[in-house]
Nanobody
Framework: EVQLVESGGGLVRPGGSLTLSCVVSGDTFDDSAIGWFRQAPGKEREGVACITFSQGKEYYADSVKDRFTRSSDNAKNTVYLQMNSLKLEDTAVYYC???????????????????WGQGTQVTGSS
């Protein structure tokens, strides 16, 4: 069992920045995957950024490339999503998720993820 707890969401003006945090605990796997997803009102959930640890390769949605950065602090069992140059269309509930097994494929498919956090709201407002 893996637990994920997100924090750091809030209200932000266009062009502003936020850093989301996700504390990961429980039976984690070194060769799994961690991802950030989001869901805006009336829209389907979409991938934002993820990493498959065995590949050491990160993936970013085209809509957030060069603006968002995913990182990890293993000592704190925490993953982060640094969001810069925020746009109104970034408004969504943001979730971190973990694959609960050794995993070696691309990390983009949300159906591969076994554990999800409760989500944190990010709202862009001018």
């Amino acid at each position: 069992e893996v637990q994920l707890v997100e924090s750091g969401g809030g209200l932000v003006r266009p062009g502003g920045s936020l850093t989301l945090s996700c504390v990961v605990s429980g039976d984690t796997f070194d060769d799994s995957a961690i991802g950030w997803f989001r869901q805006a009102p009336g829209k389907e959930r979409e991938g934002v950024a993820c990493i498959t640890f065995s590949q050491g390769k990160e993936y970013y949605a085209d809509s957030v490339k060069d603006r968002f950065t995913r990182s990890s602090d293993n000592a704190k069992n925490t993953v982060y999503l640094q969001m810069n140059s925020l746009k109104l269309e970034d408004t969504a509930v943001y979730y971190c998720a973990a694959v609960g097994r050794n995993y070696h494929a691309e990390c983009w498919d949300d159906y591969e993820y076994d554990y999800w956090g409760q989500g944190t709201q990010v709202t862009g407002s001018s």
